[in-house]
């Protein structure tokens, strides 16, 4: 699978990552700077926040209790439809790519 991951001075970092990763271990994985996914994917720092961008937002899985809960803790503020924690979504068949914008500051 791939993740295209937008920083906000326009780079973009491309990476590949086997089925079952989430786009947090994806970008740890590879240091794409801004994600940090401090607590190691539990849902509980929302240091791993991204915006999903159109089209991937369709088909996504809905957004848990503790990943809602921590989406009012982010650093920059939550968009209401492109928000998530990377660490809550899974990449494989269902979905092989996604791209996303990186937050300018996680803390
Ligand atoms: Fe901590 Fe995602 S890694 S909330």
């Not at 990763?21 to 940090?36: F, K, L, N, W």
């Not at 849902?43 to 899985?61: I, K, N, Q």
């Amino acid at each position: 699978a791939k993740v295209n991951f937008h920083h906000q001075d326009g780079a973009v970092d491309a990476v590949e990552a086997e089925s079952g990763t989430s786009i947090m271990r994806a970008a740890v994985r590879s240091g794409v700077r801004g994600i940090v996914g401090e607590c190691g994917g539990q849902a509980m720092c929302a240091t791993c926040h991204v915006y999903v961008r159109e089209p991937f937002l369709d088909g996504l899985p809905e957004i848990g209790e503790d990943e809602d809960e921590m989406l009012e803790c982010t650093a920059e503020p939550r968009d209401a439809r492109r928000s998530r924690l990377g660490c809550q979504i899974e990449l494989g068949a269902d979905l092989p790519q996604i791209d996303v914008d990186v937050p300018a500051s996680q803390v």
